[in-house]
Each structure stands twice: as structure tokens, then as C-alpha cells.
């Protein structure tokens, strides 16, 4: 089974803190993911990558910046953290090839902006 | 173009019946309409996808419904179970796009016991 492990599942920080959330999937996947959940608005994507060292913004990518120097960890940076990214993010992970290959998601990290 | 509205945004259901959960999409370009589940505390986990060749897709309990010309799409579960309650999302996005998936808004659903 595919496993998506991001590293906390809560955290609390202060406004204008520099944040790092990690991801780290063992099936050797090159399309990684980073999405957003909130209520009421469902997912949304913040920004994806599809191979070491490439980057695409997603739907929502401002205020956010990401990293992926290995295939298996793909990190997403707050720079400076504000209250209006309190929420729960979510890291995923899917094989290369067709769109329909499955999004394998982590249990993810709910982050608290105070 | 771009959305995927879902409804309801939330749905109580008694245990034996049937849950349905609405979607519908602008743009004809997609073509992969997956669904998601999602327990209290976990991530999202695929359930059960259409592609828009075929109207209908059954797994089990759980049933795709799809409708092109009404661009519209809903997931049946039958005889409806106590462990069936999560959020569900609807997705979409094109097989031979960028990987990027269109969610849904979610829909909690309670399966009363």
C-alpha cells in the first residue's frame, strides 16, 4: 500500500512565522501534491510537481512557495504565516502517466495561525 | 468553467437506505470523474471513478450515475451502512491533462444506526 506520511498533524503558529510542512511518500511517485481543505470550499489546490525540482502553482498558490530536492519528500513553505491560513492541508501523491492515476493522500497537517 | 458544484453539504441518511450525492461540471472537457472518501482524521481515499463512455458504474453498494448532456454525475450507495458515514468529493479533471483535479465542495454524510 501507498503510504503519504506528513510529518505533524497539528502545529500552531504565530503570524508571520516561517512554517515548513512535510510530505514524504514511499511508492516512488513522481507527481506530488499539495491541497488546501476547507469547509464548505472542498479542496484546492495549492501547488503540484511532477518531478524533482519542478513546480506547477495550482488553483491557489499565493502566500505559499514549495520544494521537492527528492522524489519522495515534497515540502510546502509558509514565508510568512498569516491567520487566514489556519486550516488543514493535505499531501498527496499519484504515478505518472494519465490523469486517472489515483491521488494517494496523507492523514494531513491542521494548522493553526494565531 | 472551472467548478465542480456538489450537493447537499450534508445528508443524514437511516441505516438500509439508499444516500445519493449530486455533481455537476461546465466544462466538456473533463473526462475522469472519480470520488473520494474521507473518514474523521484520515485523507481522502478514492472510492469508485466513470469515464463519461459508459452512464453507470456499480462497486458494490456504491454506484456512479452519469449523465453527459446534463453534465451532472451523483454516487448511489445502497442499503446505506453506520460505517458509510465520511465526506465525500466529487472530482473531476481530463486523463490527459496536468494531473489537476476539480473538487467538489464535499458532503458529509451521517448513516443513522
Known amino acids: 500500500d501507498v503510504k503519504v506520511t506528513q510529518s505533524s498533524r497539528y502545529l500552531v503558529k504565530r503570524t508571520g512565522e516561517k512554517v515548513f510542512l512535510e510530505c514524504v511518500q514511499d511508492?516512488?511517485?513522481?507527481?506530488m501534491f499539495w491541497y488546501r481543505q476547507d469547509p464548505g470550499l472542498g479542496l484546492r489546490l495549492i501547488y503540484f510537481?511532477?518531478?524533482?525540482?519542478?513546480?506547477e502553482k495550482g488553483d491557489i498558490p499565493e502566500g505559499y512557495s514549495v520544494s521537492r530536492e527528492k522524489k519522495e519528500r515534497f515540502s510546502l513553505i509558509l514565508e510568512s504565516a498569516s491567520t487566514n491560513q489556519t486550516s488543514m492541508y493535505l499531501c498527496?501523491?499519484?504515478?505518472?502517466?494519465?490523469?486517472?492515476?489515483?491521488?494517494?493522500f496523507g492523514n494531513g497537517t491542521r494548522l493553526t495561525v494565531t | 468553467q472551472q467548478q465542480v458544484k456538489q450537493s447537499p453539504q450534508s445528508l443524514i441518511v437511516q441505516k438500509g437506505g439508499i444516500s445519493i450525492i449530486n455533481c455537476a461540471y461546465e466544462?466538456?472537457?473533463?473526462?475522469?470523474f472519480p470520488w473520494y472518501q474521507q473518514f474523521p482524521g484520515k485523507g481522502p481515499a478514492l472510492l469508485i471513478a466513470?469515464?463519461?463512455?459508459?452512464s453507470e458504474k456499480k462497486e458494490g453498494r456504491f454506484t456512479i450515475s452519469f449523465n453527459k448532456s446534463a453534465k451532472q454525475f451523483s454516487l448511489h450507495i445502497m442499503d446505506s451502512q453506520p460505517g458509510d458515514s465520511a465526506t465525500y468529493f466529487c472530482?473531476?479533471?481530463?486523463?490527459?491533462?496536468?494531473?489537476?483535479?476539480?473538487f467538489g465542495t464535499g458532503t458529509r454524510l451521517k448513516v443513522l444506526a
Open positions: 498527496a501523491s499519484s504515478s505518472p502517466g494519465q490523469g486517472d492515476s489515483p491521488l494517494h
Open positions: 511508492m516512488d511517485h513522481e507527481n
Open positions: 510537481s511532477y518531478d524533482v525540482k519542478m513546480k
Open positions: 466544462n466538456t472537457a473533463f473526462d475522469y
Open positions: 466513470i469515464r463519461p463512455d459508459v
Open positions: 472530482a473531476a479533471t481530463t486523463i490527459s491533462g496536468t494531473y489537476k483535479y476539480i
